[in-house]
């Protein structure tokens, strides 16, 4: 419900605008004078003013500029007498969103609220998705730069704004609870819960009570009510990872609950309604569940309304050594160790792994090498001991000649930290020529770059 704050002097009319204004469903706020909005301003949550033009003491522009001051967003309608109209343009050049005059049309005044209310949720989106798009990872939490990561922070960004329900894609270990954390926190329900649950994780007798409570003697061992995780998530973001492993029994009870909003506890008689986001998370392809008739069609179609597949860290390998980096301060940092960072042959290693397990496998890996490291470096025979490169499967010439050379010129570039003047003289190459070579396997130097 959005908060309008009435601000004139003539009582009779600051009544009418209130009575109107709460039967179109706004929560409203009046005020007489200039203390008492700016108050009113301070202490609550305010997504529009209505001011008068001329108030007793203060004029309203005065007043708006203030307003502003304390919110810089707080859209400003300025309520004017016919004859002041040339002031009312002059306090729009000032910022306000708009005017209007006395008498005012009830509809037009309801019409003139919701534009302006309109453009200040959009001014708001557009300015989180700029701040998401231009920061370096685009979230805090999420590391990596190459392409197909930027996509997927494009692809949440854009989600983050509507409240449609999302579905992420992606093998074990891409950080698929990670991206929906994300996304929870730059919707407009980050103030809200976010609930998780892995439906992997939990027996399907007690995923019914795990999802939406219980009542009291509902069942042997049921001492006491309890709130289910639907409940918990209302006013938030409800993450449902592993949803491919959900019983078909379940399926349908979660989707009369997504379309229905409300649910009865077990042994309960009285439904509760809920509002919270879904986000649903599997390392398979439900689609290919649905043919299978392991999952129901109609709830893929209610769960998928937006897609985001994230890739695997095999298929994003310019990320690598920034993960690693990072998972090598975050654990010399723990355990209060002075680590340099990683031997080339190690950086080798961990270019041509395949990591089956991803994100989660470079991090464990890098983990125990810290955990075992004598000296200040990271050398190859710490890391994945049992994968030995002279044992890696035969490769296609061309495939082969292209993989040493990317993975030589992220070492390279990496060594140099994104100095490409330095990284040419090492490489014997004019800078000319190795731009061409980064270009050619879309390597950005400035990822390499210490920030």
Not at 40 to 50: H, R
Not at 107 to 132: C, G
Not at 321 to 345: Q, S
Not at 438 to 447: F, G, Q, R, V
Request: one cysteine or more.
């Amino acid at each position: 419900m959005d908060h309008i704050l009435v601000v004139d002097d003539d009582h009779n009319l600051l009544n009418v605008i209130r009575m109107r204004l709460e039967a179109a469903g706004y929560q409203v706020f009046t005020a007489s004078d200039a203390a008492g909005a700016q108050q009113t301003v301070m202490s609550q949550e305010i997504d529009l003013a209505l001011v008068d033009l001329k108030l007793a003491g203060e004029d309203g522009i005065s007043l708006m500029e203030k307003l502003n001051r304390l919110q810089a967003d707080l859209p400003v309608i300025i309520l004017t007498a016919h004859g002041s109209i040339g002031t009312a343009v002059e306090a729009m050049k000032k910022g306000a969103a708009n005017y209007l005059t006395k008498p005012f049309d009830h509809q037009e005044l309801l019409l003139q609220i919701d534009s302006a209310l309109e453009k200040r949720r959009l001014s708001r989106e557009v300015d989180s998705l700029r701040t998401i798009c231009s920061n370096k990872f685009g979230f805090d939490n999420i590391i990596g730069n190459s392409a197909r990561m930027k996509h997927v922070l494009e692809q949440v960004a854009q989600a983050a704004v509507t409240d449609s329900n999302v579905h992420i894609e992606g093998e074990s270990g891409t950080g698929k609870e990670l991206i929906a954390k994300s996304l929870h926190l730059a919707s407009t329900r980050k103030k809200g819960p976010f609930v998780a649950i892995n439906c992997a994780a939990i027996p399907e007798n007690l995923l019914e009570s795990e999802l939406f409570g219980y009542k009291k003697g509902a069942f042997s061992g049921a001492f006491g009510d309890k709130k289910g995780l639907f409940t918990q998530a209302h006013n938030g973001s409800f993450f449902m990872d592993e949803i491919s492993e959900m019983p078909l029994t379940m399926q349908s009870k979660l989707l009369r609950v997504l379309e229905e909003r409300e649910f009865y506890p077990l042994g309960g008689n009285q439904t509760v309604k809920v509002d919270a986001r879904l986000i649903t998370a599997s390392n398979k392809d439900l689609e290919e569940q649905v043919s299978q008739k392991l999952f129901r069609e109609d709830l893929y179609y209610r769960i998928h309304v937006i897609l985001i597949k994230l890739p695997p860290l095999r298929d994003r390998q310019e990320d690598i050594p920034l993960l690693a980096r990072h998972f090598l301060k975050k654990y010399a940092v723990e355990m209060n160790k002075n680590m340099r960072g990683l031997a080339a042959p190690a950086l080798q290693k961990l270019l041509e792994h395949n990591w089956p397990g991803n994100v989660r496998e470079l991090e464990n890996a890098i983990e125990s090498a810290v955990a075992l490291a004598l000296g200040e470096e990271i050398t190859e025979d710490l890391l994945l001991p049992k994968y030995d490169l002279q044992t890696a499967s035969i490769k296609p010439l061309k495939k082969a000649r292209d993989d040493f050379l990317k993975n030589y010129l992220v070492q390279l570039i990496e060594f140099t930290g994104g100095n490409v003047s330095q990284a040419a003289k090492l490489a014997g190459k004019y800078r000319a020529d190795l731009y061409e070579l980064l270009k050619k396997y879309k390597l950005d130097p400035a990822n390499f770059r210490e920030k």
